[in-house]
């Protein structure tokens, strides 16, 4: 049932993917959809590699969210709910992050116990 631990992590990286395609930017999107592929090689350094892409996305939905809140100030429009909601999802990718220290994705991973993450 660790699929059921790893659904975070996934759900983030579905989003951005949908982010990137939304965004015409199909080889992130592709990068993006390859990262959830790769939660079925069980090795610490890929564990490592999908905890920091969370990570970077994360950063992706903040420069985003400071993109969109620029241009819409701008033009003079509303923007706090857009940039609510891009925090959210944001504070939700770097979240995801976590769920790599948890013991049964780090049993998975086949990380060691004694190894600080």
């Not at 939905?61 to 819409?72: D, E, G, N, P, Q």
């Not at 990718?93 to 049993?107: C, E, G, I, M």
């Amino acid at each position: 049932m660790t699929v059921l631990h790893l659904l975070p992590a996934i759900a983030g990286y579905i989003l951005l993917s949908l982010h990137f395609f939304r965004a015409d930017n199909h080889p992130a999107m592709m990068g993006t959809l390859l990262l959830i592929a790769a939660m079925l090689i069980r090795r610490p350094i890929v564990a490592r590699l999908l905890q920091v892409a969370l990570l970077i996305g994360a950063v992706e939905w903040v420069r985003t969210a400071a993109s969109l809140v620029l241009i819409r100030t701008e033009m003079g429009e509303p923007f706090l709910r857009l940039a609510i909601i891009l925090g959210a999802v944001a504070m939700a990718t770097a979240l995801a992050a976590l769920v790599f220290r948890t013991s049964k994705v780090r049993l998975y991973f086949r990380i060691a116990p004694e190894e600080k993450w």
